[in-house]
């Protein structure tokens, strides 16, 4: 495949910034709100991801129970989630500073594309318009519109048990000659980015959730993050030289390490 029919390589990038959506870009996820809120509850929606995260159940089927047991339209969901999502206060300016500085942002979720695409808008402005999103989809079931009581499921983007695999995306890129390869860098924050969380450069995750305790089970190397203030200076100190993926990466894995120590 030519990097002319990859949609992040029009521009020639030497950088890719790879990240999840919900409770990654936002402050939290807006399928665990639906969830919670408008499907079966909070208790059944935990035990499936510990169920996914210790290997007993795929991805695929805990999500597809997810958003099965939300019969809300379609139409509904959406504003709900547009009342009530917030979005990390500095991902913005972190998106700001990519579009000046020909670093492509692509998003890789597990959630719906319509979902996606009316929270940016909403939360980060038109200018979110540049931004890729692979996701997942919506359809009605049959015989019924999306936009009535029980009338919409997922589409899911792939048949893997991951309902979409977000590695596949990103070793498109990975298998660029190295000529024309960009540094990927990827975000993350829970199960659904288990698929992509081997395949970059280097890997942000968030503090205190699901891929951290992954990446440390798995010896997948990473770093932590909190906001997106900390991954901007990160970004901007590679970008300029200053720093590499391999330090960053390395020192990561260190500054864990010690945070664990000192806990003991």
């Known amino acids: ?52 995260l210790m290997d007993k159940m795929s991805f695929r089927d805990s999500f597809q129970s997810m958003m099965d047991s939300v019969k809300t339209p379609y139409n509904q969901c959406i504003k709900t989630l547009l009342e009530n999502i ?9 998106h700001d500073w990519c579009r000046q500085n020909n670093v492509p942002v692509v998003v890789l979720s597990s959630g719906m594309e319509p979902i996606i695409r009316a ?19 919506v359809a009605p079931r049959e015989g019924k519109s999306i936009n009535e009581q029980g009338g919409w499921q997922i589409v899911f983007h792939d048949d893997s048990h991951f309902g979409h695999d977000k590695s596949i995306e990103i070793r498109q890129y990975a298998k660029l000659p190295d000529s024309i390869r960009p540094i990927m860098f990827y975000a993350g924050d829970g199960v659904s980015d288990l698929s992509a969380a081997k ?24 770093t932590e993050f909190e906001s997106w203030s900390s991954i901007l200076a ?30 003991q």
């Open 86 to 94: 917030k979005l990390d206060p500095h991902f913005k300016e972190f």
């Open 199 to 222: 395949e970059t450069d280097l890997l942000f995750a968030k503090k205190g959730h699901d891929l951290v305790t992954y990446c440390v089970r798995e010896n997948v190397p990473f």
């Open 1 to 52: 495949m030519g990097s002319f029919t990859l949609p992040a390589m029009q521009t020639n990038p030497q950088f890719i910034f790879f990240t999840d959506f919900d409770g990654t870009i936002t402050q939290s996820d807006s399928n665990d709100f639906l969830t919670d809120n408008l499907g079966y509850g909070q208790e059944l929606r935990k035990q499936g991801n510990q169920d996914v």
């Open 234 to 263: 990160t970004v901007k100190d590679i970008v300029a030289g200053k720093t590499t993926v391999k330090h960053v990466s390395a020192q990561g894995v260190e500054d864990f390490k010690k945070g664990v120590e000192v806990k």
């Open 119 to 137: 929270l940016l808008v909403h939360l980060v402005g038109k200018e979110a318009d540049d931004i890729q999103i692979v996701a997942n989809n």
